[in-house]
């Protein structure tokens, strides 16, 4: 028996409730089993227990064994002192409260459909990553429906609570926590913490500064960065160096490891270089960025904040000095919707909510329902069992699901996994 499935049969009530007894006799009835506390302490707190004709409130602890109570030492927490029933599968000993009065205790073992138990553990044995991958087509689509649209909430809590602490960090600057995080999706999946370094070696207010000159913007993100040429062997690189070191001397600033980024197993068009010149355009470009993206409603209005190309000399280069076929290296439309997913979607519903605008708030939402659904690896698992996301809003939902739920097996958690074991 785990102790987990113990706690979900609690919260479930679903357990035999007839003529409920303690161990000492006394009869029981469960008004309301508490709220399931996944942190240190009572396993459920403000819980209550009617025994015999007295109400009591309080807090519920459960274990597999009666004996697990002292074996985790709650006899010595005063944490454990509001504890008004001990709920366990099994009586193995009996215990005193710190008042030296009997531990009040529920024993579980007669009264747990184990047909639930092994419904439960032939998920855990799943070896599929999703876990009920061969059992979800049985499912009502209704209930896959409203979990995702309760697991996407959680995931839009989850950013926005990271996101809050960044704003605190960055003394609530709104327009430099938007910038780094905004660089940080620039970087991509294999250059994300590379961008996140540089965004914080050249703060949005030093490149607010250059916002008239994009050529000077270029210039410090090129070589804070470390990936200005040691030998220019081109105008503008010789041209951009020297600008560089006169910002250096300027802002009394030092450039990053040039090994830090990868340029491996990238397209070309994914380069850092072409990424580092695409930024700069955009913050060039739109030099009012955050405002602009918190008071534009539409998707055509974002996409056309967001539609600028790096510097005339990337249209020849990928990299500094060596001369490639005319491409215009323009921000692609599923970079776009990247950023709108993870970036902007994410602080429009933080800046909603800190500024109490609910229409902010539900057009965060909106903007991911109206976006076509993400293509990577965690969506193509989810498609060959036919589940298939139509908004990035499901996508998100389905990441969510599967990083904090089916790879962590918490299938007790999860309203498709509490279908399956019923």
């Given at each position: ?21 303690t161990?000492?006799g ?29 109400l ?12 697990d109570?002292m ?22 000993c ?28 032939r998920?855990?044995?799943s ?5 009920c991958?061969?059992?979800i ?20 809590e ?12 960055n ?8 910038y ?24 949005y ?18 070589g ?6 040691e ?53 060039f ?8 993206c ?23 280069h990928?990299s ?72 990035a809003?499901e996508?998100?939902?389905?990441l ?21 074991l019923?």
């Amino acid at each position: 028996m785990k102790e987990e499935f113990l706690h979900y049969i609690w919260k479930t009530k679903q357990f035999a409730p007839a003529d409920l007894k303690t161990t000492q006799g006394q009869e029981i009835e469960i008004v309301f089993p508490g709220d399931h506390n996944f942190n240190s302490g009572p396993d459920f707190f403000n819980a209550q227990i009617k025994i015999e004709d007295m109400l009591w409130t309080g807090n519920v602890e459960i274990h597999i064994k009666a004996s697990d109570w002292m074996k985790h030492k709650h006899q010595n927490d005063d944490t454990y002192n509001n504890v008004i029933l001990h709920v366990v599968y099994e009586c193995d000993c009996e215990l005193k409260t710190h008042n030296d009065e009997a531990l009040t205790t529920l024993v579980m073992r007669e009264r747990i459909d184990m047909k639930l138990y092994e419904n439960y553990l032939r998920l855990l044995k799943s070896k599929t990553t999703i876990v009920c991958a061969n059992s979800i087509n049985e499912i009502p689509s209704i209930i896959i429906t409203s979990w995702l649209s309760r697991v996407l909430a959680e995931r839009l809590e989850r950013k926005i609570s990271e996101l809050k602490f960044e704003l605190e960090q960055n003394g609530k600057d709104w327009e430099e926590t938007f910038y780094r995080q905004l660089a940080k999706q620039f970087g991509m999946k294999i250059n994300a913490e590379p961008f996140s370094w540089l965004a914080a070696a050249v703060p949005y207010k030093m490149i607010s500064r250059q916002r008239d000159n994009l050529f000077q913007m270029e210039a410090l993100l090129f070589g804070q960065a470390g990936l200005l040429p040691e030998k220019p062997e081109d105008e503008y690189s010789f041209t951009l160096i020297s600008e560089y070191n006169f910002l250096q001397i300027k802002y009394h600033i030092q450039p990053m490891p040039s090994h830090w980024w990868r340029f491996m197993r990238l397209r070309p068009n994914n380069f850092p270089t072409i990424r580092i010149a695409q930024l700069a355009g955009l913050f060039f470009c739109q030099p009012q960025l955050f405002r602009s993206c918190m008071e534009a409603n539409e998707i055509s209005e974002l996409k056309k904040l967001l539609d600028v190309s790096a510097s005339n000399y990337w249209t020849e280069h990928y990299s500094f000095g060596k001369v490639s076929k005319s491409c215009e290296k323009n921000i692609g439309t599923q970079a776009m919707d990247t950023i709108l997913i993870n970036t902007i979607a994410p602080f429009k519903f933080l800046y909603g909510r800190m500024t109490a605008n609910e229409h902010l708030v539900q057009d965060a939402i909106s903007l991911l329902e109206r976006i076509g659904p993400e293509k990577n690896k965690i969506i193509r698992e989810w498609g060959c069992i036919k589940v298939q996301p139509t908004s990035a809003a499901e996508s998100q939902a389905l990441l969510e699901l599967k990083k904090n739920y089916c790879d962590k097996k918490k299938c007790l958690s999860c309203e498709i996994g509490n279908y399956l074991l019923g």
